[in-house]
């Protein structure tokens, strides 16, 4: 695939697509967001991590096609082995280890938002709609992994089960964090706008 730099600072890739320099530095600078917060362990009932926050925040302020890009570039990074995932880890036994479906379902929740915004536009009410579809998606994704892999390699588990220790004590974090995201998504976005 061969690709050049504009005059006006615009990546071209074989002529047809485009992505601005300015736009790779602001999904570099969201996927370093998704590593540092995964890296932020706060204490609760069961400790828990900003990464959800991050991914919502990075779709919610880059729209759905950059924030999209990030989340894959954020996966992509642990994947190769960086320790950007929680507790400072990385590679590919995170992605196919028992809580890799969560990790994966980040990004079917960041093209599920961008489906939203293409759909319905970029409106509050949307963006807060599609944040919390997006979280039920990563739920789903996760349980049934995590589910599939215990199952294999330990035995069977209930979904039930699978739900009490792996959903609901993070429902409520995670509201707060969809909240959270919701009450910067637009003040960033006014001042990217706006620059």
Do not use: H
């Not at 790779?24 to 828990?48: D, K, N, R, Y």
């Not at 980040?106 to 579809?133: D, I, N, Q, Y």
């Not at 209930?158 to 003040?187: E, N, R, Y």
Request: proline share 3%; glycine share 14%; with cysteine.
């Amino acid at each position: 695939m061969k690709g050049y730099v504009s005059a006006d600072g615009t990546v071209r890739l074989n002529g047809n697509s485009r992505l601005k320099t300015s736009d790779i530095t602001l999904i570099a600078f969201a996927a370093g967001l998704m590593a540092v917060c995964s890296w932020i362990s706060i204490p609760f009932a069961v400790p828990f991590t900003m990464q959800t926050f991050a991914v919502f925040s990075s779709v919610g302020i880059l729209g759905g096609k950059r924030g999209s890009i990030a989340v894959a570039v954020y996966i992509l990074l642990g994947a190769i082995g960086l320790p950007v995932f929680s507790g400072f880890t990385g590679g590919v036994g995170v992605l196919f280890g028992i809580t890799g479906g969560y990790i994966a379902g980040f990004l079917f929740s960041a093209l599920f938002m961008w489906l939203c915004e293409v759909l319905f536009g970029r409106g509050k009410k949307v963006l807060f709609l599609s944040m919390l579809g997006g979280l039920l998606i990563c739920y789903a994704i996760g349980t049934v992994y995590f589910r599939y892999i215990y199952t294999r390699n330990t035995g069977d588990i209930g979904i039930l089960a699978v739900l009490s220790s792996c959903v609901f004590p993070f429902v409520l974090p995670d509201i707060i964090k969809i909240l959270l995201s919701m009450s910067l998504t637009g003040t960033i976005r006014k001042y990217l706008n706006n620059n």
